[in-house]
């Protein structure tokens, strides 16, 4: 917390706070016992393989959920599970054409999982006491709209129907803001929202600014609390605009240059950047432990994956880029 408010640290912080993988990889869930899909559905063990995954790699922090599916599922959409450790659940059924077809619930809170990950949050938060940062998932608008319809039909709406986006946009906003400010109520220190399907890789740069930049503004202002934001791809193309949304901390990949967007950034902190898909998965540790060298150099404020852990990213990996910040 004193990394990310400006205060003076011994080091860097190696940690997984934000971006779009988890931190229960497959090596975890075997070492522990403790499996996806099950452990997605039920809190007490996704809080055990949450807090396994900081004992058995040395992460500095603990995180909640370990997928993408909270909201959507909550909201009305179908899921598809997977059957594999390492399988990432995904949205099955995009059913809102239309902004009337969707309304905020009177009771989201108790809606499928929101109670699980809210239980998982207060069963860490007894577990670890005020040991190690929580840190929790809130969809970005963009991505949550784009679940509830259908990312092309919500890219499609940006150019021949934008009113659609705005409500779809004003309408998730709320959801975000109400799930989130409970996750700081049941223990969660730290909100990381999540926005990949407004990068620059799908949207423009205006259509960031239009759509989605005036609802992470008003997000980031209704939290309150520390709160990170992570956009996967390109993102030096829309930082400027990341920063004025009043995020504590922006999470980014390796294709962003570190020390392009440092004099961008001002007070708000840099989480990044080593490679989730390649290196951290394919590389050896000596790859990771190179990419780390080269992230802290160029300026991180916290030693990250790009986004977040794939299930598949093996334990000496994570275990190397641990290592690094700690030597
Ligand atoms: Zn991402």
Same mark, same amino acid.
């Given at each position: 917390?004193?990394?990310l408010f400006g205060?003076a640290?011994?080091?860097?912080?190696?940690?997984?706070?934000?971006? /779009?993988g988890?931190?229960?990889t497959?090596?975890?869930q075997?070492? &522990?016992?403790?499996? /996806?899909?099950?452990?997605?559905?039920?809190?007490?063990?996704?809080a055990?393989l949450?807090?396994?995954?900081h004992e058995l790699?040395? %992460?500095e922090?603990?995180?909640?959920p370990f997928d993408?599916v909270? +909201?959507?599922?909550? =909201?009305?959409c179908?899921?598809?599970?997977g059957?594999?450790? !390492?399988?990432?659940?995904?949205?099955r059924?995009?059913p809102?054409e239309k902004p009337e077809?969707?309304r905020?619930?009177e009771? =989201?809170?108790?809606m499928?999982r929101?109670?699980?990950?809210l239980e998982?949050?207060?069963?860490?938060? *007894?577990?670890?006491?005020?040991s190690?940062? %929580? #840190? #929790?998932?809130?969809?970005?608008?963009?991505? =949550?709209?784009?679940e509830?319809?259908?990312v +092309?039909?919500? =890219?499609i709406?940006?150019?021949?129907?934008p009113?659609?986006v705005k409500?779809?946009v004003?309408l998730v $906003?709320?959801v975000?803001?109400e799930?989130?400010?409970?996750?700081y109520?049941?223990?969660?220190?730290i909100v !990381?929202?999540s926005?990949?399907?407004?990068s620059?890789e799908?949207?423009s740069p205006?259509?960031f600014?239009?759509?989605?930049?005036p609802a992470l503004?008003k997000?980031?202002?209704s939290?309150?609390g520390?709160r990170?934001?992570? %956009? /996967?791809?390109?993102?030096e193309?829309? $930082?400027p605009?990341?920063?004025?949304?009043?995020?504590?901390g922006?999470?980014i990949d +390796?294709?962003v240059?570190?020390?392009?967007?440092?004099p961008?950034v001002?007070?708000?902190?840099i989480l @990044?950047?080593?490679s989730s898909?390649s $290196?951290?998965?394919? @590389? #050896?540790?000596?790859?990771?432990?190179?990419?780390a060298?080269?992230?802290?150099? #160029?300026? &991180?404020?916290?030693?990250?994956? @790009? /986004?977040?852990?794939?299930?598949?990213?093996? %334990?000496?990996?994570i275990?190397a880029m641990? !290592?690094v910040? *700690?030597?």
């Amino acid at each position: 917390m004193t990394a990310l408010f400006g205060g003076a640290v011994d080091r860097v912080p190696v940690t997984s706070l934000a971006g /779009c993988g988890g931190t229960a990889t497959v090596d975890v869930q075997d070492a &522990v016992d403790t499996h /996806c899909p099950e452990a997605h559905k039920d809190a007490e063990k996704m809080a055990r393989l949450a807090i396994a995954s900081h004992e058995l790699t040395g %992460i500095e922090n603990i995180r909640v959920p370990f997928d993408f599916v909270v +909201e959507p599922e909550a =909201l009305g959409c179908e899921i598809r599970w997977g059957a594999s450790p !390492q399988s990432v659940p995904a949205v099955r059924t995009h059913p809102f054409e239309k902004p009337e077809d969707l309304r905020m619930p009177e009771n =989201l809170l108790e809606m499928d999982r929101i109670p699980v990950v809210l239980e998982a949050i207060r069963i860490i938060r *007894k577990e670890v006491g005020d040991s190690l940062p %929580i #840190s #929790s998932l809130a969809l970005g608008p963009f991505t =949550l709209a784009g679940e509830l319809a259908g990312v +092309e039909k919500l =890219l499609i709406w940006t150019v021949r129907k934008p009113v659609y986006v705005k409500e779809f946009v004003a309408l998730v $906003t709320d959801v975000i803001v109400e799930y989130a400010k409970a996750q700081y109520r049941a223990g969660s220190d730290i909100v !990381q929202v999540s926005d990949p399907t407004a990068s620059p890789e799908l949207i423009s740069p205006a259509a960031f600014k239009q759509f989605v930049k005036p609802a992470l503004t008003k997000i980031a202002e209704s939290l309150g609390g520390p709160r990170l934001l992570h %956009i /996967c791809g390109r993102a030096e193309m829309i $930082t400027p605009d990341m920063v004025e949304t009043d995020f504590d901390g922006i999470s980014i990949d +390796e294709v962003v240059d570190v020390a392009k967007i440092r004099p961008l950034v001002g007070d708000v902190k840099i989480l @990044g950047n080593v490679s989730s898909k390649s $290196t951290l998965v394919f @590389g #050896s540790a000596e790859d990771v432990k190179k990419e780390a060298r080269n992230a802290l150099e #160029s300026g &991180v404020d916290f030693l990250e994956p @790009g /986004c977040g852990f794939s299930p598949i990213t093996p %334990i000496d990996n994570i275990r190397a880029m641990v !290592q690094v910040v *700690k030597e």
